[in-house]
């Protein structure tokens, strides 16, 4: 049984989140980390305790699984290691051999963008520049690497012919695809659910789930001028966004404008850049179209409790209000595809499972 996750926006839909409840309830053998590399933040809550991993898979909550990273991913070593230690996972995470390295001069020129594209700064274009133009280092070639380097696919299509249980944790989210994102304002490579299971050697026939994962509004971190966001007209126009504003002014928040208050009330901060996200409507027509071309079979709908609030918790879907259900379905009717997970708070156990 193999199921891939990957995101239906553009990037933090909550995928971190998402995983580590599939980690836990489904209790995979084999979690892999597939995407582009270290510029994906993921967070994890477990017991009160917050993880931001960029490199590892959130899977690691679950303590039994072999956790891998494909070959199509760009490993930061100094990251890497660093993040075995906080997830205490020596032993039991491996990476591919060919995965490509990013060298201190790739960080050095991705902080070069100068706010063209908004980067993250973390190396990843310039890495994977250099793996196209056949120049990258490749982690076999790593000294320190040398206890962790693997061959993922065959470890993988080993657990697959035994009839294991199989997870793989994409990044990013479908707006950023190299291929289907809104070009030039993308990240370098695709994003969807078929490199995700290029990136860890497997075919495509192998693959029986496909999660797409939503967040009950858009965010956006990073710059997109084809993106419209919230504005006074958007929050003016709508029940939902008035009571969400109102709320935020109740709390004191100030901001320069709607945008920026909305933002602060629902924390929305990049992991890896700290830079605030910026805040749309929930794309219907985008959620529609990257379900198809991710061959979506479950869609999930993350931060219903941000809009929300009286949904915070919820683990049975009596619980959910009228307003939230309807937004619920709204989404449902216009993707095209039922959501088996609606997640209600930040912690793992936080979510409605429908499956
Ligand atoms: P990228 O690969 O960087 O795109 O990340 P991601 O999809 O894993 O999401 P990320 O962790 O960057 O952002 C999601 C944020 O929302 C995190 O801070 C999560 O803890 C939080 N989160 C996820 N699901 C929920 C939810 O249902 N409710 C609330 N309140 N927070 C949530
Ligand atoms: P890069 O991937 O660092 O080259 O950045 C390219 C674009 O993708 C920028 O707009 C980034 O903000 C965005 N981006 C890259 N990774 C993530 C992510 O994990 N979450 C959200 N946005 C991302
Ligand atoms: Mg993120």
């Not at 926006?9 to 580590?20: A, C, N, R």
């Not at 002014?249 to 605030?276: C, D, H, M, S, W």
Request: with cysteine; net charge negative.
């Amino acid at each position: 049984m193999v199921s891939i996750v990957v995101g239906g926006h553009y990037g933090d839909e909550g995928k971190g989140k998402i995983v580590s409840y599939l980690a836990q309830k489904d209790d995979p053998d084999v979690i892999s980390r597939s995407g582009v590399g270290p510029n994906a933040g993921h967070t994890v809550w477990v017991d009160g305790k917050k993880y931001g991993l960029r490199m590892i898979t959130c899977g690691f909550v679950n303590p039994n699984a072999r956790l891998l990273i494909g070959a199509g991913v760009l490993v930061d070593p100094g990251r890497f290691l660093d993040e075995i230690k906080t997830t205490d996972t020596d032993g039991r995470i491996f990476i591919d051999q060919n995965c490509s390295i990013i060298e201190q001069k790739h960080k050095d020129e991705d902080k070069k963008d100068g706010g063209k594209i908004g980067t993250t700064g973390t190396g990843c274009g310039p890495a994977m520049s250099d793996r196209v133009m056949r120049t990258a280092k490749q982690a076999k070639e790593i000294p320190q690497l040398k206890d962790y380097v693997t061959d993922v696919p065959l470890q993988m299509n080993e657990a697959i012919d035994a009839g294991k249980k199989v997870l793989i944790e994409g990044t990013q989210g479908f707006g950023l695809s190299l291929y289907y994102g809104n070009y030039p304002y993308v990240t370098s490579k695709d994003t969807s659910a078929s490199t995700a299971a290029a990136d860890v050697g497997i075919g495509p026939t192998n693959v029986d789930d496909v999660y797409v994962i939503y967040k009950a509004y858009m965010s956006r971190v990073g710059k997109d001028p084809y993106i419209h966001y919230l504005d006074d007209k958007d929050v003016e126009g709508n029940t939902m966004w008035r009571n969400v504003l109102e709320r935020a002014k109740k709390q004191g928040i100030e901001g320069e404008n709607v945008n920026e208050i909305i933002a602060t009330y629902l924390g929305e901060v990049g992991t890896v850049t700290g830079r605030p996200r910026k805040i749309g409507s929930f794309d219907f027509e985008l959620a529609r179209y990257s379900a198809k071309v991710n061959g979506a079979t479950q869609i999930c709908v993350t931060c219903l409790d941000k809009l929300f609030p009286e949904c915070a918790g919820a683990k049975e879907k009596s619980q959910l209000s009228e307003q939230a259900l309807d937004h619920v379905k709204a989404i449902e009717e216009s993707v095209g595809v039922k959501a088996t997970l609606i997640s209600t708070g930040p912690d793992v156990y936080d979510v409605i499972d429908l499956r």
